[in-house]
T-cell receptor
């Protein structure tokens, strides 16, 4: 029940395209859903996060869509750029602590 | 504003030895969490410290321990190292241990 399932495992997108990464969870007690971006040799960096009382949150080119009834949430990267090439992790937690991470998606944006 | 600092960046240890990793959180942050990252298991929560007290613990054996000092700096210790302990160990800090954790760049531990 603590798992967060993330898909796809890897993704190749053309420059300017939309990258979409999906996550699903089981534990309905989760109340915080962040996305992290990780470059090689670096720790994960918080991109954007959402709470379950909101269905969508947008920050620049990054949007989280949240479907509470389906227990799913997704990250959309609009106008994807080569600099967005990284590994993306979704996560979930109760009260923001003890993050449970998805397995990660390796994104490659082709120029 | 300085970020989360982890030392050392790289470590090579032999099976059976013990190791101590250090983490300096962002100034003013009182919560420090530790995570293990491996290709097979991904990112897994180890434990969280807040005001020198362990507040949360993940599913790791007792060989993994930690502590936090009065200045919020934290150390993590792994005793009797096993080959499977080879991983990137990440420290993250936040103001109150609720939201918005900032991660350090990690310590890459290799056990041979």
């Amino acid at each position: 029940q603590q798992q967060v399932k993330q898909s796809p495992q890897s993704l190749i997108v053309q420059k300017g395209g939309i990258s979409i990464i999906n996550c699903a969870y089981e534990n309905t007690a989760f109340d915080y859903f962040p996305w992290y971006q990780q470059f090689p040799g670096k720790g994960p960096a918080l991109l954007i996060a959402i709470r379950p009382d909101v269905s969508e949150k947008k920050e620049g080119r990054f949007t989280i869509s949240f479907n509470k009834s389906a227990k799913q949430f997704s990250l959309h990267i609009m106008d994807s750029q080569p600099g967005d090439s990284a590994t993306y992790f979704c996560a979930a937690s109760i009260n923001g602590n003890k993050l449970v991470f998805g397995a990660g998606t390796i994104l490659r944006v082709k120029s | 504003k300085a970020g989360v600092t982890q030392t050392p960046r790289y470590l090579i240890k032999t099976r059976g030895q013990q190791v101590t990793l250090s983490c300096s959180p962002i100034s003013g942050h009182r919560s420090v969490s530790w995570y293990q990252q491996t290709p097979g298991q991904g990112l897994q929560f180890l434990f969280e410290y807040f005001s020198e007290t362990q507040r949360n613990k993940g599913n790791f054996p007792g060989r993994f321990s930690g502590r936090q000092f009065s200045n919020s700096r934290s150390e993590m210790n792994v005793s009797t190292l096993e080959l499977g302990d080879s991983a990137l160990y990440l420290c993250a800090s936040s103001l109150y241990g609720d939201y918005g954790y900032t991660f350090g760049s990690g310590t890459r531990l290799t056990v041979v």
